[in-house]
């Protein structure tokens, strides 16, 4: 059964540079046909997609955060990151990655980590 | 603003049929695929592609999509339907993916 965990520091200060890293087991993040997804969720609020990376190192990102976001793998240690930086309170949420299937009309995520909240705070 | 949208909430009587709708350009191209999320949890995805379930989804779950509007029926819902429910799917581009704002269903 394949599992996601993310890892990373709970809190960040203002304008500095968030850090995640997802593991992945149970699998391969090498398997063709699937990106590796980051997702966030502001308390209370809605999901909102941040960005997705193929394990060649080929990636999407969220235009409203592309300026400020860069996701990597790592595929020796079978993990993706995620680098958020200039981070403002507006970034609090809980951070989730999960397996991104794309094929022709159709994409979903079908694997999803149980999540981690990050806050910004001084 | 998201470009997917959906109704912000919606109730159904327990055992009655509900739809959940997504709207938005893209479906007319892409089809929308839709989790489940309750409390404190990780999403759930229920239905992708034209009308899949993931193992262990029930079959009271189903999917369709018409011109710029996708659907998610729940036929029979049960109390422990009551739930967060998002759409996903590519923006019009087709370069990026965007949730739709999400359906808070109730069960009465």
New interface residues.
Partial sequence: QLQLQESGPGLVKPSETLSLTCTVSGGSISSSSYYW?W?RQPPGK????IG?IYYSGST????SLKSRVTISVDTSKNQFSLKLSSVTAADTAVY?CARQ?IWF??????Y????TLVTVSS | SSELTQDPAVSVALGQTVRITCQGDSLRSYYASWYQQKPGQAPVLVIYGKNNRPSGIPDRFSGSSSGNTASLTITGAQAEDEADYYCNSRDSSGNFWVFGGGTKLTVL
């Fill in positions: 997804g997702i809605g999901l909102e997609w997705s999407y990102y969220n235009p989730y299937r009309g159709e994409s979903y995520f079908d999803w980590g149980q999540g």
